[in-house]
T-cell receptor
Framework: ETGVTQSPTHLIKTRGQQVTLRCSSQ?????VSWYQQALGQGPQFIFQ???????GRGNFPPRFSGLQFPNYSSELNVNALELDDSALYLC???????????????FGEGSRLTVL | GENVEQHPSTLSVQEGDSAVIKCTYSDSASNYFPWYKQELGKGPQLIIDIRSNVGEKKDQRIAVTLNKTAKHFSLHITETQPEDSAVYFC?????????????FGPGTRLSVLP
């Protein structure tokens, strides 16, 4: 069973640029969430996608946007990058809900973005 | 919205000793409380979780307790080993509301000294 995979693992951008991060969810998982983890802090929820639609969003501005594709993979796009956007971006997937499913999140290893 | 606090921020113990990390949450609607371990350069990995209808759960050397009245939950690691060294995060969520996010605490850096 393949886990959550993210790409790229590291990237460097300059202020004002745009970035796209990619995530392949774990097999059978139809819900994907994105989290931002600043250095020394806990992950912060950006948004969640289910059946190709955003169904939950944290306190992030509209320049953070996303997509989910029919195969449940997902993209996170950030426009007009700011220095404070430097962080580890984590993708997490979860299996279909209901029954005994606890809603556990399965995280990828993240994409580390540095904005100069 | 939900707010999760976590203490201590750093914790050093001798190998074989116990470690305890405590978290509090603010939203009484939260009913699912996972603990994640994050090793350097890796994503968080679930180590144990507890639902609000249970007061305690144990898995080998790891246990979690939940006090819903006081809105706090704790992670207990016994017989610590060097490989337990990592950053640990608690989180709170509403299990059945999949549009709702997980709110994580700020993390505890555990160092197990040989």
């Amino acid at each position: 069973e393949t886990g959550v995979t993210q790409s790229p693992t590291h990237l460097i951008k300059t202020r004002g640029q745009q970035v796209t991060l990619r995530c392949s969810s774990q097999s059978g998982h139809n819900t994907v969430s994105w989290y931002q983890q600043a250095l020394g802090q806990g992950p912060q929820f950006i948004f969640q996608y289910y059946r190709e639609e955003e169904n939950g969003r944290g306190n992030f501005p509209p320049r953070f946007s996303g997509l989910q594709f029919p195969n449940y993979s997902s993209e996170l796009n950030v426009n007009a990058l700011e220095l404070d956007d430097s962080a580890l971006y984590l993708c997490a997937s979860r299996p279909p809900g209901g029954g005994s499913n606890t809603g556990e999140l399965f995280f990828g290893e993240g994409s580390r973005l540095t904005v100069l | 919205g939900e707010n999760v606090e976590q203490h201590p921020s750093t914790l050093s113990v001798q190998e074989g000793d116990s470690a305890v990390i405590k978290c509090t949450y603010s939203d009484s609607a939260s009913n699912y409380f996972p603990w994640y371990k994050q090793e350097l350069g890796k994503g968080p990995q679930l180590i144990i979780d507890i639902r609000s209808n249970v007061g305690e759960k144990k898995d080998q050397r790891i246990a979690v307790t939940l006090n819903k009245t006081a809105k706090h939950f704790s992670l207990h690691i016994t017989e610590t080993q060097p490989e337990d060294s990592a950053v640990y995060f608690c989180a709170a969520s509403h299990r059945y509301n999949y549009g709702q996010n997980f709110v994580f605490g700020p993390g505890t850096r555990l160092s197990v000294l040989p």
